[in-house]
Nanobody
Framework: EAQLVESGGGLVQAGGSLRLSCAASGFAFDDYAIGWFLQAPGKGREGISC????????SYADSKKARFTISRDNANNTVYLQMNNLKSDDTAVYYCAADPRRRKCTLREEVYDIWGKGTQVTVSS
């Protein structure tokens, strides 16, 4: 069964850092682009970062570009999202997702087939 499991969320003070992990199993991880999405309380889900299957292309939402870094370790079937200088409006559930069709990647959630259950990030001010 194809599966993604997010971890690394938690409670952090504003200005702090967290590193989220997205661990994949049950599918050919190397062949998939991976995206990170968030859903803040009372809002829809939005794409914040993605990385191509070949690790040669990344994309970020403008609001996160200066503070977040995505990376992948294909040997360990894991994608990471390093989040620095966290702000209260980063509070959300963070999801990772996998897209098998694109050589590059996109922040459009409708193209992603496999989704994790999410990890909560709470930033206190």
């Amino acid at each position: 069964e194809a599966q993604l499991v997010e971890s690394g969320g938690g409670l952090v003070q504003a200005g702090g850092s967290l590193r989220l992990s997205c661990a994949a199993s049950g599918f050919a991880f190397d062949d998939y682009a991976i995206g990170w999405f968030l859903q803040a309380p009372g809002k829809g889900r939005e794409g914040i970062s993605c990385i191509s299957r070949g690790d040669d292309f990344t994309s970020y939402a403008d609001s996160k570009k200066a503070r977040f870094t995505i990376s992948r370790d294909n040997a360990n079937n894991t994608v990471y999202l390093q989040m620095n200088n966290l702000k209260s409006d980063d509070t959300a559930v963070y999801y990772c997702a996998a897209d098998p069709r694109r050589r590059k990647c996109t922040l459009r959630e409708e193209v992603y087939d496999i989704w994790g259950k999410g990890t909560q990030v709470t930033v206190s001010s």
